[in-house]
């Protein structure tokens, strides 16, 4: 695909076709972060946000930096993201679009999670609840973004809330099972995590839910629930990625 993209590229900046070659740049930027080059691909995507920005071409300016962001949470580069996430917001509000803007939100409010700026984090997920409403992924960010907080009671109403919008969000019932661990129930919290693998489609990974378990895992007393949950997540993650290849 990468070869695909550079021979096309090439065509592009021979005619002189900027819209293509910012369009043919957001796909590469895409195969680069795919295959886990994120450093590579955060360039790519602003390469092409600054063809769209000269271009006049906001919604896909707003595309391109969706993948900055996302480039910089895979590198762990998380106040550079918080930045990012701010102008996301700006852009999203600019290009007016209900579902963007919602969109926007979420993303910036994972990635003020993401550098441990909790409340802040919870504002923007609930701006974005309150654009959109009727979505449970945006509800469950919300128990996400709680639970990472510490705040597991809250987190574990959250959930149930997104929940019983869509009983089959896997990584909902992760957050659901985490914050039963946090309170003390990890019986529960096993068989959450048992019922989160049931229902996961085929290939969906749990490298975040692995990672914010085996901190929670760290950081408390031990668990031999918790520590299966996790042995089981890992296992799931192997395969996930080996679908995936």
């Known amino acids: 695909a990468r070869a695909t993209y550079q021979t096309a590229l090439e065509l592009a900046r021979s005619v002189g076709d900027r819209t293509k070659e910012a369009d043919l740049l957001l796909g590469l930027a895409g195969v680069e972060l795919g295959e886990r080059k994120p450093e590579a691909a955060e360039e790519t995507?602003?390469?092409?946000?600054?063809?769209?920005?000269?271009?006049?071409?906001?919604?896909?300016?707003?595309?391109?930096?969706?993948?900055?962001?996302?480039?910089?949470?895979?590198?762990?580069?998380?106040?550079?993201?918080?930045?990012?996430?701010?102008?996301?917001?700006?852009?999203?509000?600019?290009v007016g679009d209900l579902g963007q803007r919602a969109h926007a939100r979420r993303e910036a409010g994972l990635s003020y999670s993401d550098a441990g700026l909790h409340q802040r984090a919870a504002e923007l997920i609930a701006e974005a609840i309150e654009l959109d409403p009727e979505d449970p992924e945006l509800v469950g960010s919300l128990s996400w973004v709680l639970v990472a907080a510490g705040e597991y009671a809250q987190a574990l109403e959250v959930s149930e809330r997104a929940l019983a919008a869509d009983s089959t969000l896997a990584w909902v019932i992760c957050n659901r099972a985490l914050a039963l661990l946090g309170l003390g129930r990890p019986a529960e919290a096993l068989a959450a995590y048992r019922e989160a693998i049931a229902v996961r489609p085929e290939g969906q990974q749990f490298r975040n839910d692995i990672k914010v378990l085996a901190r929670f895992l760290r950081e408390h007393p031990a668990s031999p629930e918790g520590e299966e949950a996790l042995r089981l997540l890992e296992a799931e993650q192997a395969k996930a990625v080996q679908v995936g290849r």
């Not at 998380?78 to 600019?94: K, P, Q, S």
């Open 45 to 94: 995507y602003r390469r092409s946000r600054k063809i769209f920005s000269e271009l006049k071409r906001p919604d896909s300016e707003l595309s391109a930096m969706f993948g900055i962001l996302a480039a910089q949470t895979d590198r762990e580069h998380y106040r550079r993201a918080v930045r990012t996430a701010d102008a996301l917001v700006a852009l999203a509000d600019r």
